[in-house]
């Protein structure tokens, strides 16, 4: 499976942006996804997760009530819908395709495919 992360950009504090993950390959939409970030001089850090039929999600309780992850199987995929963004939120954001199809795990290697990352940036 492929993964391409997009949408990232550059956006004042309380803004939004969307970032998109779309998957290449059959398997893309019977796997849990999730989204990881990595700030400069940081470890990545899981953000959010859906299962393969998006009905459970699990989100870090720093992005709880600001993000929200959704997935459209039919266009394999996934999104990360950000609100109220902060400048703790700047880093680099990659999608990534769970190694279980029923777990949203909540650790890297956790995960066996992953995008690029798309950079995101918020200024106070």
């Known amino acids: 499976v492929q993964l391409q992360a997009s949408g990232g950009g550059l956006v004042q504090a309380g803004g939004s942006l969307r970032l998109s993950c779309a998957g290449s390959?059959?398997?893309?939409?019977?796997?849990?996804t999730g989204w990881f970030r990595q700030a400069p001089g940081k470890e990545r850090e899981f953000v959010a997760g859906?299962?393969?039929?998006?009905?459970?999600?699990l989100y870090a309780d720093s992005v709880k009530g600001r993000f929200t992850i959704s997935r459209d199987n039919a266009k394999n995929t996934v999104y990360l819908q950000m609100n109220n963004l902060k400048p703790d939120d700047t880093a680099i954001y990659y999608c990534?395709?769970?190694?279980?199809?029923?777990?949203?795990?909540?650790?890297?290697?956790?995960?066996?495919?992953w995008g690029q990352g798309t950079l995101v940036t918020v200024s106070s």
């Open positions: 859906i299962s393969w039929h998006g009905e459970n999600t």
């Open positions: 990534a395709r769970a190694r279980r199809a029923m777990v949203i795990a909540t650790t890297a290697n956790g995960y066996a495919d």
């Open positions: 390959g059959r398997t893309f939409s019977i796997y849990t």
